[in-house]
Every structure is written in C-alpha cells, then in structure tokens.
C-alpha cells in the first residue's frame, strides 16, 4: 500500500512569492492534514480536510490556504512567501479523523531567500 | 499553558535498558493520544496510539494512559541504538492533532 505522497520534495523561494505544495493520501484514507515544522515552534497544526471541506484550522495567516478535491488529495498554498515561511511542511492522512492513525509524508522543505 | 508539554532534556541510555518519556496534557476532552518517532531530516512515524486509561503494548513498545492524571508516557524495553530519535507526543480532539516539543532519546552502546 503506498504511503502519503507529497511534492515537491525541496522547493526554494524569494519572499513575495506563493508556492504551492501537492499531498496525496493512503488510498482509502478521506482525512488529510497539513503541519508546519520548525526548529523553534516544533510541529504546528495548519488545516484539516475531509469531504472537500475544510473542518479545523490552526493559527495561522490568511496568507495559507488549503483546499482537497473528490479524489483526497490536497493541496496548500503559501501567498506573499515571508523569511519566517521557511520550514519543513508536512501533510498527513487518516481515514476519517485525525483521531485515528496518522500517517505522515516525506514533507516537502520550503526555504525562502 | 501549552495543550502538550514534553518538559524532560535530551535522554541517554545505555544499550539494553529501559527509556521512559513523559507527556501531559491540558484538554481533558481529548480523545486519542499518539507517539511518533522522528530521525533527523524525517517525518515523524507513528509508533504506539492509545485510546483508553491502562497500558498498550506493541513489542518493545508500551504506552501508559492516565486520563485522571492527564499524562501519557512511552516506555521503550531493551533500547537499542537504532532507537535514537526524537519522539513526538500528540493528543487528538477536534480533527486536529496538538504535538510536543519532542523529547531527544541518544542510545548509548
């Protein structure tokens, strides 16, 4: 069974720009969520998505958005990237609810110059 | 007060011994506790889940639950150096997970 596929896997930007980062899940799975990882603050929760509708959101900026299509997959983007984007961002899946077993990717690592 | 507090330094132990990690918790609504493991420069990998008070065990793996005392721990049995990582603790509520700082395990041969 193959595992959370994110991409890209390294991504370089300059501030100003947006970004956008692909997740998709265990096949089965309906619930996926986004986390941002930083040496400082750890592992911080960005949204969740089940059914295409967006049922938890952590705090942060409007600037991050997310949004999942029929199929699971997920999308976030990053608008008007800042130096403090900068980080690991990794996406997990489970089959409902983050209150089952989840599952992360690889994370795709987000460097802003 | 942070929801997850893994307040414990950077643990050493020697190869064959016994590692304990502590992790509390500030909402007593949550309904499902986690630990992941996460080497450096990798996701985190889900290790041990618990759901009810008592103890789980899963190999050299056992995870404690006291929802009256609001803390979790992992205990890892016979420690080896492959086990150096750092392990993350999670509570799940709300379709979200709220995670540790990590707790730095360096097994020792």
């Known amino acids: 069974k193959a595992g959370v596929t994110q991409t890209p896997r390294y991504l370089i930007k300059t501030r100003g720009q947006q970004v956008t980062l692909s997740c998709s899940p265990i096949?089965?799975?309906?619930?996926v969520s986004w986390y941002q990882q930083t040496p400082g603050q750890g592992l911080q929760f960005l949204f969740e998505?089940?059914?295409?509708?967006?049922?938890n959101k952590g705090n942060f900026p409007g600037r991050f958005s997310g949004r999942q299509f029929s199929n699971s997959r997920s999308e976030m983007n990053v608008s008007t990237l800042e130096l403090g984007d900068s980080a690991l961002y990794l996406c997990a899946s489970s089959r409902d609810s983050p209150n089952q077993p989840q599952h992360f990717g690889d994370g795709t690592r987000l460097s802003i110059l | 007060q942070k929801e997850v507090e893994q307040n414990s330094g950077p643990l050493s132990v020697p190869e064959g011994a016994i590692a304990s990690l502590n992790c509390t918790y500030s909402d007593r609504g949550s309904q499902s506790f986690f630990w992941y493991r996460q080497y450096s420069g990798k996701s985190p990998e889900l290790i041990m889940f618990i759901y009810s008070n008592g103890d789980k065990e899963d190999g050299r793996f056992t995870a404690q639950l006291n929802k009256a005392s609001q803390y979790v721990s992992l205990l890892i049995r016979d420690s080896q150096p492959s086990d150096s990582a750092t392990y993350l603790c999670a509570q799940g509520r709300n379709n979200r997970l709220a995670f540790g700082k990590g707790n730095q395990v360096v097994v020792i041969p």
């Open positions: 096949s089965g799975h309906r619930s």
């Open positions: 998505y089940f059914s295409e509708t967006q049922r």
